[in-house]
């Protein structure tokens, strides 16, 4: 139906919003924090590797639980991570949580077209999925904005990061709401 297409562009332009947002400011914010340019550089090699691991292993794993379970599992430990960067201020719990993000999004995308041929079939899969990834790039420009406009009004990430929380909440919420459909 066009309102679950649109929950689809919604929940992808939220995944692409907090994506972009930690991977273009996790590393000013840890530099913010007084942690050294290369364990800062670091923590963003430790989001991108972990994302590499969500997307083999929690992939594999939406084979057989699911992708819109894939990407509940994905939102909810973003939502997780996202909530705990705000206040995090020890590198250990940062890279942890730069860890979780990581295997969170890298969930999400694993599983972004085999969702997309869950929800709508596979006639139109590949205009479908265009459509539906425009979302996760406007998204994915949006957040980086957004989040640098918080920090240069606040002078933190704090806040930024809690609106990314919201948005990956928002992700999560529209997960639930998604109708496998008839192919």
Known sequence: TSRQ???????????????????????????KLEISAATAANILATVGGLSVVGRVVLGRMADFL?????????????????????PAKTVGLIYVLAGAFGLAYGTCV?????????????????????FLSFGFTTGGAVGPWMAGHIFDLTGNYQYAFLVCTAF???????????????P
């Open 5 to 31: 297409f649109w929950f689809v562009y919604l929940n992808f332009f939220c995944l692409g919003f907090c994506t972009f947002a930690i991977i273009v400011h996790i590393v000013p914010h840890a530099i």
């Open 66 to 86: 699911g992708n819109k379970k894939a990407f509940i599992i994905g939102y909810g430990l973003m939502s997780i991570a996202m909530f705990g960067l705000a």
């Open 110 to 130: 694993a599983s972004q077209s085999p969702l997309v041929a869950d929800l709508f079939g596979l006639s139109s899969h590949g205009v479908i999925l265009g």
């Open 168 to 182: 990956s909440l928002a992700g999560l919420g529209l997960s639930m709401l998604l109708k496998p459909g008839k």
